[in-house]
């Protein structure tokens, strides 16, 4: 075939599409991802640490509430200044330094797929799914409170379009089971549904001694083997300002001890729980922060622990918190910049405050990803799912999120080229006016050239609106659910898998004492 | 007040809020950006110089088609090799070298108002409205061919939300105007309807001739004076690959002649009129501007000259463009290096390819934007109210575009804060578990702390489905009405109103041959 041939070259290509891959967009996995460019920053160094050398002020003067004896018992251990009456602890900036020293400022969580291994740290970016959600929302059901079943769809689908690196704890709550033994199901559903890293729920004893004890299971070790070689996070909340109740106390002690890794993540809302400055609120946030990540270290030394930050600005009419703000990317960026000088990994999210799947969700969300990833932020949660501030886990945003997730993997794919791209005997070929459709430098390369998108439709109005005129919102329903039904187990050993069913089937009657 | 009183803060707030500014979003101008950060690259420097050097290649061996008898007349005058059978001008090296030396890499165009004026190169950021569109489209008329309303409508709109650092030329296609006489229509709604840099039509010598004669009337001064003192933009495609209507270099020749700047934007679509690979579509649009910004210093040395770029993949199944895409984010980063290295101010686009308002529109256009920011390119087009891969001109599209882009200009903003935004005692003064909505220090601040939103809506689910459940772009139909409906016409000398309009009747009269 040559340049300029009469006959149309889009009948050649259908002809060469036979029997060739799919048209259909990639649904490998994502690889594991690095971003090569220098992290995006708002402050200098000196702004930095004035910010960090306040949070210390603010341990040392005004401390948290630690509502835990245990947990307070460890901090005077440790040098910390507990107050049993108020139960405020205090903790010098010596002692926490100190501390802080052991905490790793990069690690590797264990996968079920080797391949698919959690590293944070670094440059790498990870992407984790909504979590949190009371409700689940889709265009076929409608919104209604999660259970156990949109539970596992959520995992499926998720784990269908590879497009995460770890799952979250709590995709939504599954509020059809029994709170005591809830966790357990969740747990059940994601080593059945996916093969990455999971997430146990943030709140309770119970709760990570089990996710210990089944991720143990699942890896075919003992509990102080998986200590060596963590395999789980935990993601959990202060309760800002400045107060941590019992049951999440235990909940990271306990991850802690046994060597896995705690997200500690401030909620700290700039005007309500929060000063309403950015600077305050990062000041209060890496206070908080800072005086978890002690304590896990204080409980074990070197056990692996991130950083995380929830500041963003609310609506001052309402008091509803607001994502995606510009108060929002700048408090990610410099949380991050926190996180360099203090050596420790960091945790953001990629979040929107819209009550339904539309422009505002998607732009809140584009301003919020692209925050965590130029930030380098090194575990970005909620990336798929998040809807309504994080009231709602949405299917359909599912599929929107997914298709922003792999254009960022696609973007920070390194780009080489030889002298044959460079083109210019191409080039030269194609006359002044004439298309390239038909040069044989474009049909040796088309084929694999472009990202193939999973959502987008690049239809002209005319034959969109013939072929019924459907938003990309509306088209993503068919596409979830697609996922969802194609979705196949990854492999798990029958005897673990036994085993696994064993241990909830035992745990749950010890619980319910039954 | 002091904290921690019973009194709810809400209550106070409220009344602090009677009689102060309004609780509405900010509509005062952007003002002028920059962006303090280091440009975002994914070429090394080498990869940069063989593109350049491809470049070069192409235009020394391949050449360009010139279909103008007047401009071959010019390259051959200044080296360039001309063959008038074919029309074909190359161009080597040391020409185009020498005479790119003297396109200015910064300079000013003027707006009738000076607080406006449009600083083109560094690291300025400018927006410009949608433009080309055959089609005019929003939620209450529906789509439909463009008119002369339609153009007078987007430009109020934009104007009032005061979200463009330039007006477009054609923001919509006024097809009930007759062809001839269409573009004096065009430029008087520029006039009346706003005062920022206006861009006269890309084609034609009579649409360069006359928009010259009346920025002139406009700014009461001379044509040769505005010669001295630029106030005029056209943003001119090449027909690529590789050649150059004659309506398209006489309008280029006449705009050059009297100082005006120059856009020149090659129209290289992946693997259709240019090279399916990156690489090679770079080396096509550098050579073809490359070309032409030779020929606007041929005519006027140091004449204000801009690179443009349109580079992005198709729909390799039915050859439709598409926008937002990683190609597309790779070539606008790319374009804006090419430009650096060559000392040339870069024009990118914040488009998409969506049929309609939704998601994809939003987070195609959220990539493109946040590339042309990042890339450091110089002028901005279509950043408000494109659709459709250019098909259409959306009202409701402005107004998702221009939420983006005020939340771009806030966070664009330097970060600065003192000892008290620190908020140390303000954090020590609020309980553990307390709030800080009655702090003195948010009580301080909250009125002008955040980012007031234009379109974003973070109501509870429950509270936005009583309240009508509409989505972003259906919101976005009565804010762009309620936006021209409260435009004022900025401030024109009636005498120079009188010009304009008598000039307009006059040119009229003359092409009509009235």
Chains 1, 2 share one sequence.
Not at 21 to 49: H, M
Not at 67 to 81: D, I, K
Not at 175 to 188: A, E, G, I, K, S
Not at 389 to 395: D, E, P, V, Y
């Amino acid at each position: 075939m040559s340049d300029g041939e009469a006959q149309p070259a889009l009948g050649r290509r259908r002809e060469r599409q036979r029997g060739h891959r799919s048209s259909g967009p990639s649904d490998a996995p994502l690889p594991r991802l690095v971003n090569r460019w220098a992290p995006l920053e708002i402050l200098d160094a000196e702004q930095v640490e004035r910010i960090v050398d306040a949070a210390y002020r603010v341990l040392e003067e005004g401390g948290l509430e630690i509502r835990s004896a245990r947990a307070r018992e460890v901090y005077a251990r440790y040098g910390g200044m507990v107050d049993e009456a108020t139960q405020i602890v205090r903790l010098g900036r010596d002692v926490v330094e100190a501390h802080l020293a052991h905490a790793p400022e990069r690690f590797v969580l264990r996968a079920r797929d080797p391949a698919r291994d959690l590293h944070v740290g670094g440059n790498v970016v990870n992407f984790g799914p909504v979590a949190g959600a009371p409700h689940i929302t889709d265009l076929e059901k409608g919104r209604r409170y999660g259970d156990i079943a949109a539970f596992r769809d959520i995992i499926k689908v998720v784990h269908r379009l590879g497009i995460v690196h770890w799952q979250g704890g709590v995709v939504v709550e599954p509020v059809d089971l029994p709170v005591p033994t809830r966790h357990l199901d969740m747990y059940l559903a994601h080593i059945e549904c996916s093969d990455v890293v999971w997430a146990a729920r943030g709140v309770g004893a119970p709760q990570a001694s089990d996710a210990i004890a089944m991720s143990a299971i699942e890896h075919g070790m003992s509990v102080e083997e998986l200590a060596e070689r963590p395999t789980l996070l935990t993601v959990t909340n202060v309760n800002s300002p400045r107060r941590v109740d019992e049951e999440i106390l235990d909940g990271i002690m306990i991850m802690a001890a046994h060597g896995q890794c705690v997200v500690i993540t401030p909620f700290t809302l700039m005007g309500a729980m929060a000063p309403v400055t950015l600077a305050g609120s990062l000041v209060q946030q890496t206070a908080e922060a800072l005086a978890i990540i002690a304590l896990c270290q204080m409980v074990r030394r070197g056990a692996p622990c991130v950083m995380g930050g929830f500041t963003s600005n609310v609506d001052m009419r309402t008091g509803s918190p607001a994502f995606g703000t510009p108060e929002f990317v700048h408090a990610t960026l410099a949380t991050a910049q926190i996180g360099r000088r203090l050596r420790l990994p960091v945790r953001a999210s990629a979040v929107n405050a819209s009550p339904t799947v539309d422009a505002q969700a998607t732009y809140e969300t584009a301003f919020s990803l692209h925050a965590c990833i130029m930030s380098h932020s090194h575990l970005i949660n909620h990336a798929a799912g998040w809807l309504e501030g994080g009231l709602s886990a949405s299917m359909e945003k599912i599929i929107v999120d997914a298709e922003m997730l792999r254009g960022w993997a696609e973007i920070l794919k390194p780009v080489s080229f030889n002298d044959d791209d460079l083109g210019v005997e191409a080039i030269k070929a194609v006359a002044a006016g004439g298309h390239f459709f038909g040069s044989p430098h474009t049909l040796a390369r088309y084929e694999t050239a472009f990202y193939r998108p999973l959502l987008s439709d690049w239809s002209s109005f005319e034959n969109w609106r013939d072929a019924g005129g459907r938003s990309a919102t509306e088209r993503a329903l068919a596409l979830w659910k697609k996922a969802r039904d194609e979705w196949t187990p990854p492999p798990l050993d029958p005897a673990i898998r036994e085993a696994l069913h064993a241990y909830v089937a035992r745990r749950a009657a010890e619980i319910t004492g039954a």
